[in-house]
């Protein structure tokens, strides 16, 4: 990321020779990285300037030469009220908003961002650093700094997994998603349970009274202290950090049940069939697993799809973006995984839902034939 590094406020701007200040202004703090429609990387600059004098004033902008000459026509309410009586009539506009190109310096050079302010009888320029930050962009595999930073307080939490803070619908969800479970995998009372990406605990708190043991896992250590603050009432659960990409602290055959619900959209493919194959390991013989995903194929999936598509440039979408998923892929993974009986939920709504079996120990497996 880059951004003019230097603050500055007032008459601080720009001064003409003498020491006399002829213009007024700010540079807002910080610019903006931004992509050009061509694809070209940038800084959108905005500020102000006005003429002390009450002139009329060219801006030009810009990282090198040439310039570029800058429309001071956006209006800034906050300005023209804070300067109103002091240097005449200003106008209604003193605004300004930039693209300014990034040349390709491969980090190499120092840049400056160049501002050049004239009013027919006064020109002068000011450089501003242009600064690296030490960053690098956030990158979508590392799943525990993306949802840690989302999740500091409860109700960024809650809205970074759902949308919304309401616990009344977070209860209703909460109740539908049990119902999808007991219709596809069954939930039995001596079920010991394991949630792959729990949150806040938002299934757990209405799953977990209905089975022997429910282990929410998530990578965020952030989403399971207001997991553990929102499920404290009950004595079954258990909560495990995860490290991003397996099941590791999970003893092998050990669970009848382990589902993921509204989590493999913020996961990259092979991420999405790591906690398949991991589910298989943890699962004991005739183990049930569920998974669910936005539906690529549908017609309200498609429509999130283009909605994602059209929503980011392909150089600025966040981290966490939702990805969609077809019903052959989840098939893929589960059969890929070793699940047997493996079945696709309806496919015509936002989400498809998919599930299947551990297979059976060859004991166990002859005695049901009998």
């Not at 909605?307 to 892929?329: A, C, F, Q, V």
Request: aromatic content about 8%; proline content about 6%; some cysteine.
């Amino acid at each position: 990321m880059l951004f003019p590094s230097e603050r500055l406020d007032g008459a601080s701007l720009v001064e003409a020779p003498g020491l006399t200040p002829a213009f007024v202004g700010h540079i807002d703090e910080p610019a903006e990285p931004e992509v050009s429609s061509s694809g070209l990387p940038g800084l959108r600059v905005r500020g102000w300037v006005i003429s002390t004098r009450g002139r009329a004033v060219r801006v030009r902008l810009g990282i090198g030469d040439p310039l570029t000459e800058v429309a001071c026509d956006q209006p800034r309410p906050e300005v023209l009220t804070a300067l109103a009586g002091h240097y005449g009539d200003v106008g209604e506009h003193c605004g300004f908003s930039a693209f300014v190109q990034l040349p390709d310096t491969g980090g190499a050079e120092p840049l400056s961002l160049v501002l050049e302010v004239d009013d027919g009888e006064v020109a002068t320029r000011r450089r501003f650093r242009v600064a690296r930050t030490d960053e690098s962009a956030p990158v979508r595999a590392d799943y525990k700094a993306t949802w840690e930073a989302v999740a500091v307080d409860l109700d960024s939490a809650k809205v970074s997994v759902a949308g919304y803070t309401d616990e009344e619908k977070y209860e209703q969800t909460a109740a539908a998603t049990v119902h999808v479970l007991e219709q596809t995998v069954g939930i039995r009372p001596d079920d010991e349970i394991l949630e792959i990406g729990c949150g806040v605990g938002r299934v757990g708190k209405a799953l977990a009274p209905r089975c022997k043991r429910w282990v929410g896992t998530d990578v965020s250590a952030n989403m399971l202290r207001h997991a553990r603050e929102r499920l404290s009432g009950l004595d079954n659960v258990e909560l495990v950090e995860l490290n991003g990409w397996d099941l590791a602290p999970i003893p092998s055959s050990s669970l009848d049940v382990v589902y993921c619900t509204v989590v493999f959209m913020h996961l990259d493919e092979w991420e999405r069939f790591g906690y398949v194959q991991e589910s298989m390991r943890v699962l004991r013989p005739g183990g049930r697993i569920y998974i669910d995903n936005f539906n690529l194929c549908s017609d309200d999936g498609w429509a999130f799809f283009m909605e994602m598509s059209e929503s980011y440039h392909p150089l600025g979408r966040p981290p966490n973006i939702s990805k969609s998923s077809t019903p052959d892929e989840l098939r893929t993974y589960l059969e890929r995984a070793g699940f047997t009986d493996v079945r696709l939920g309806p496919n015509e709504g936002l989400f498809v839902h998919a599930w299947g079996a551990a297979p059976l120990q060859p004991s166990e497996a002859a005695a049901e034939t009998q």
